[in-house]
Nanobody
Framework: VQLQASGGGLVQAGGSLRLSCAAS????????MAWFRQIPGKERELVAT????????YYKDSAKGRFTISRANAKKTVYLQMNSLKPEDTAVYYC????????????WGQGTLVTVSS
């Protein structure tokens, strides 16, 4: 599985961005897809996940109510819709994937930079 992330950019506080992650795979039905982010000088942190087969999602507390993770089956693409963005959301965002049985994420896309200005 290869992952290609896109959609980052510069946005003012309170604005919105949608990140996309296109996956090249025959099937994703046995995968969990995720978005991570890394703020300079800090460790990479999990933002949201979605289980491909049943759509069950998880969100980091600070993302709840503002971010929405979703998937498009036909396009094999995962999205992260980010609303009400704050300067502290500024980070490099990465999409990742792991098989349902795996303990950790070992499939990563390239990062996409999100910059939120105040």
């Amino acid at each position: 599985v290869q992952l290609q992330a896109s959609g980052g950019g510069l946005v003012q506080a309170g604005g919105s961005l949608r990140l996309s992650c296109a996956a090249s795979a025959r099937t994703l039905s046995r995968y969990i897809m995720a978005w991570f982010r890394q703020i300079p000088g800090k460790e990479r942190e999990l933002v949201a996940t979605i289980r491909w087969d049943n759509g069950i999602t998880y969100y980091k507390d600070s993302a709840k109510g503002r971010f929405t993770i979703s998937r498009a089956n036909a396009k094999k693409t995962v999205y992260l819709q980010m609303n009400s963005l704050k300067p502290e959301d500024t980070a490099v965002y990465y999409c990742a994937a792991k098989p349902l049985c795996a303990a950790s994420y070992d499939l990563w896309g390239q990062g996409t930079l999100v910059t939120v200005s105040s």
